[in-house]
Each structure stands twice: as structure tokens, then as C-alpha cells.
């Protein structure tokens, strides 16, 4: 008998969960990339990072929302393109 096993990340999962598993892996692949390319952005005159919220439903309509100043939203959207 065939035997097959599921893993994501190095872990078992049961495959009526791979949806689920597959989208917070995604998220996260999201989320790393977006802290790599702002990682050192920063408001010019006062030093403060942006804060960046993700909002959405799910990973089809997934929008960025960016608090900060306006040369520091600049810099984000230059950065993200």
C-alpha cells in the first residue's frame, strides 16, 4: 500500500488541514519579505520606522495600510514596488 505524508515547514500535517497550513505559510513568506525591504527605513527628520498593518480576508485581496510621515510613506512605496 502507497503511503503518503504531508509536511510543510518540516512538520506532519493532516492533508484536510493543508489549506489552512499553506495560507499562514504564505503569510508569513508575506510578512519576512516586507520586514526584509523596510527593515532600515526610517522618517528622516525623526528617526521613526513605519508602522504597517496588512488588512484583508484572505490572501486574494490582502491591502497594506502605512502610518508614518509622508516622506516616510514615500519611502515605503518606493521601497515595496
Same mark, same amino acid.
Request: charged fraction near 30%.
Given at each position: 500500500? &502507497?503511503?503518503?505524508?504531508?509536511?510543510?515547514?518540516?512538520?506532519?500535517?493532516?492533508?484536510? $488541514?493543508? %489549506?489552512?497550513? &499553506?495560507?499562514? %505559510?504564505? @503569510? /508569513?513568506?508575506?510578512?519576512?519579505?516586507?520586514?526584509?525591504? @523596510?527593515? $532600515?527605513?526610517? $522618517?528622516?527628520?525623526?528617526?521613526? %520606522?513605519?508602522?504597517?498593518?496588512?488588512?484583508?480576508?484572505?490572501?486574494?485581496? &490582502?491591502?497594506?495600510?502605512? /502610518?508614518? /510621515?509622508? %516622506? &516616510?510613506?514615500?519611502?515605503?512605496?518606493?521601497? @515595496?514596488?
Amino acid at each position: 500500500m &502507497l503511503k503518503i505524508e504531508w509536511k510543510l515547514n518540516g512538520r506532519k500535517i493532516r492533508p484536510n $488541514d493543508i %489549506a489552512n497550513q &499553506l495560507e499562514r %505559510a504564505m @503569510l /508569513s513568506q508575506v510578512e519576512e519579505m516586507v520586514r526584509s525591504k @523596510l527593515r $532600515d527605513v526610517r $522618517d528622516p527628520e525623526t528617526g521613526a %520606522a513605519p508602522t504597517i498593518t496588512v488588512v484583508g480576508r484572505s490572501l486574494d485581496n &490582502l491591502s497594506f495600510e502605512v /502610518s508614518g /510621515s509622508p %516622506a &516616510l510613506i514615500e519611502e515605503v512605496k518606493r521601497r @515595496l514596488q
